[in-house]
């Protein structure tokens, strides 16, 4: 496969150029990258007018994931997201007000997208509160909330896989949106590796109408490199708006270093990175029965992610991550309860090796009791714009109760938020911020 994005830079690079150009480094070395670091010259096409090698690099990225279209961003799942709003918000009749019908734990950058875009948000909630990082939504709850819909939403949101490794029935989601006339939406930031599984579980094989993919968090992509993607049998308005929606939001100044890689990826994933991707999923499921057979609780779910319920183990997800700091590995997110932990083909097969040695000499104590979470559902007053956008202050959560949320709270990202702009801070809410060890929270001034 072609990588015409890092042949045009690096020949660029070689030619030595009085670069009287941007970036002001002039591709001289200060971090070792600065050669290959260019802006839009001749030659090297605009992101958000593609016609040239960024067009070219893009359809190869298409054709890898089947998609009538996958758009590049560089600004990671966050740009994506809001784009992906926003395509839907510009296909809709002049004066329509965007309505999307989202399960709770959605990123902040939906919530902000949703402010920007003065997006109508009804919302799913879990039957039962597990953690705030998971929001189990079936097939069933979907067709539940969209037949409770005072007005008939234009897209259904989902996160999936969720930050513990959950992935929802895309599949029989996307029957329930399709049968009702609504587009299905698919943050996919954790999941980009999916679709080259020995049994494809990409949201947009299973009928996702658009999907968001942080290529950076399990692609062998630099930090920021993400992708959009618009499924073959979407409306002819979103592939035609799309662009649009990216550069409503994106910088005027991609970086040609992530469009590198972007551009790199593709010819390892048309190469050999099933192959090691399947070699590596097989080593992360054996390190899970390792460390079952110790007695850990491990979560079934992403196959690349392995995720430790701590307090099953008689610890917090905080001191088993402390424990292998001590040992130079970092983990991905611990809290009270969890530990996170994400793998690629990139960690090798000696490093898993070190993981079980560590963990496995972790002397397990008495399981901890985790108290009840209430379900907060708390009521809006104002809509996540004007919330968003008013004036606000800082309060305890002492002088929290029966103030309007004016911004998302949430413990790390993608998770459910506790209150979100617009909505009142109740006694359920500040009950899950106390436990999350959330001691202020932004509210709206009087």
Partial sequence: MTTPIVDFVRRYAAQGAVRLHMPGHKGKAHL???????????????????????AESEQNATALFGSAHTFYSTEGATLAIKAMLATVAMSLP???????????????????????????????????PAHICACPVS???????????????????????????NIADVA???????????ALLVDNAH??????????????????????????????????????????????????????ALSLFASTSPSYLILQSLDRCNAYLADSYTKNLCATVARVAGVREVLRAHGYTVQDGEALKIVI?????????????????????????????????????????????????????????????????????PEAVMSVREAMLAPAERVTLAHAKGRICAAPTVSCPPAVPIAVAGEVIDGDVLAQLTYYGVREIAVVKK
């Fill in 32 to 54: 070792g990258c600065e050669a290959l670091d260019i802006t839009e010259v001749a030659g090297a096409d605009v992101l958000y007018d593609a016609t040239g090698v960024i």
């Fill in 94 to 128: 002049r004066g329509t007000q965007l309505r999307v019908l989202a399960a709770r734990n959605a990123h902040k950058a939906f919530l902000y997208g949703a402010a920007l875009l003065d997006i109508a948000v009804s919302w799913i909630y879990p039957a039962v």
């Fill in 139 to 165: 097939a069933d709850d979907v067709k539940r909330a969209l037949s409770s819909c005072a007005e008939k939403p234009h897209a259904v949101y989902l996160t999936s896989p969720d930050y513990l490794g």
């Fill in 172 to 182: 029989g989601i996307s029957a329930v949106c399709r049968a009702c006339g609504v």
């Fill in 191 to 244: 999941g980009a590796y999916l679709r080259f599984l020995t049994k494809d579980q990409h949201p947009l094989s299973l009928g996702a109408t658009m999907c968001a993919d942080s290529a950076h968090k399990t692609l062998p992509v630099l930090t920021g490199g993400a992708y959009l993607h618009i499924a073959k049998d979407a409306p002819e308005a979103y592939l035609a708006r799309a662009r649009d």
């Fill in 309 to 377: 319920e701590a307090t099953k183990s008689g610890y917090t997800g905080e001191e088993i991550a402390d424990i292998l700091r001590e040992n130079g590995m970092e983990p991905e997110f611990a809290d009270g309860d969890f530990l996170v932990l994400m793998c690629t083909p990139d960690n090798g097969e000696e490093e898993l090796v070190q993981l079980c040695t560590v963990l496995c000499g972790i002397p397990l104590r008495e399981a901890r009791v985790r108290p009840p979470l209430p379900v907060c559902a």
